[in-house]
């Protein structure tokens, strides 16, 4: 990479002078994308698959973007990935997107080359027609593409340089694990494409502050909760309960709102643990409003626990996890992957870029389930246009504005997105991550910067060092 003290401003005029300010060209311009394509994307972890859907040896799928594909594979030794690309003449090896070789290996579909899943060549057509270097054995193998796992997640990176995943992640992996995130499995999975650049489509995820206007139904039951954290000059009074009403109106208020939550993004808030907290409306609770809802969902977090528990579930210590590992609502694992953990459950968001003002956006429903009775693996997003109706009403509602503001990044005179420095920092503090990439920063501070990205949905804009 250049030194960032080789890059001058001309080679980079998108770059970002104000933290609290993002040129909206970055939304658009044909060759700020190609910079990303070129010195971001290859040097960064990607989400490629899910662990489940390659459960025994021989399982594979295949993972691609922006025109890169990679071969997910279970062996006998574990799970590794290869670059999709026979050794004779570069064709793709995998038909179809899925699928098991276990015997028969990977076949190239052109001249009938093989490769076993262990990567090594078992058979070329013709071999006394090749000179013999053209055919050594280790020159011939699949091209290995570097692998962790997380999350229950396979990331794969094709920087065998760069830093590892856990390295990025830091502290935030520990969080992850007590959530046994790694047990979770997938009910459900949408995909659809957008018509807009795919940081326009990850940012409208990266704070809370449009649910007022975005899910105004979020706010029909408890209004406080969110201007308490955004509206104190707009009515809010500092405390998540309605005055005008019961102490148990108020809780049935808050069970309310889960089930809105639940309704519209199951992952989101699971129908197993609204159904928990439904039995704890009539519980005994302090007159301090503050103490009595901190109280009533320290109970939820336990009952939940206990209920996952008796069921047979790995369900965490949701209690435990809130004091020693606090892990936030919406957590983003930069460059394009994010989890919603809540009670027992998650929802996860992937985003890929298809052009400069194109994206994939793929939602999955995350959860624990009794060992032996999983559902059957998601191979596949069930794809919709984006204005479905089948579409969970949340991400239905935020997909009606990622379109729009994609056009609105063209409006004359509008050069620049504002962000608060208080509650839209993690926009802020991503973008000017993809610039440490762009301008050449160390690995090490790259980490250290990234670190910082965990735990800032609704955060402030931070030093990242660099």
Known sequence: MVEAAEMTRADFPLEIS????????????????????????????????????????????????????????????GIRAYHNACRHRGVPLTEGSHGNCKGKGFICPFHGWRWNIEGKNTFVYGRHMFSEHQLDEQDLALRPCRTE????????????????????????????????????????????????????????????????????QLQQKVPILYNMMYGMDTGGIGVPINPNRSMKENIEDQVEHMQLLSDGMAGMCHAKDVAVARTLIDVELPEDPGQAIMQWFGMVNHFVTQAGQARGEPTPDLNKIAVETPVKSVEFIFPNYFLLPFLSSMAAYRIRPLG??????????????????????????????????????????????????????????????????DIEGLISNYQRIIDGYLNGVSPDKLVAGTQKLAGNFDGPIVDLGF
Request: overall charge negative; charged content about 25%; aromatic content about 12%.
């Open 18 to 77: 104000d933290p609290e300010r993002i040129p909206t060209a970055r939304y658009y311009d044909a060759d700020f994308y190609r910079r990303e394509c070129e010195e971001l994307w290859p040097h960064v972890w990607q989400m490629a698959c899910r662990v489940e859907q390659v459960p025994e040896v021989g399982d594979w799928i295949e993972y691609s973007n922006l025109g890169k594909s990679v071969i997910i594979v279970r062996t006998k030794d």
């Open 149 to 216: 796992i997380e999350m229950g997640c396979v990331f794969i990176n094709f920087d065998d340089e760069a830093p590892s995943l856990r390295e990025q992640l830091g502290p935030l992996a520990i969080g992850l694990e007590a959530y046994n995130a790694d047990k979770m499995r997938a009910e459900w999975c949408f995909g659809t494409v957008l018509p807009a650049n795919w940081k326009i489509a990850m940012e409208a995820f990266m704070e809370g502050y449009h649910v007022m206007r975005t899910h105004p």
């Open 356 to 421: 400069p003002e194109s994206c994939m956006f793929e939602l999955w429903s995350l959860t624990h389930f009794p060992e032996g009775q999983e559902p059957p693996v998601v191979m596949e997003p069930v794809m919709l246009p984006y204005d479905s109706d089948q579409f969970p009403m949340i991400p239905r509602q935020d997909y009606s504005n990622i379109p729009i503001q994609q056009k609105g990044m063209h409006a004359e005179g509008f050069d620049f997105m504002r962000l608060s420095k």
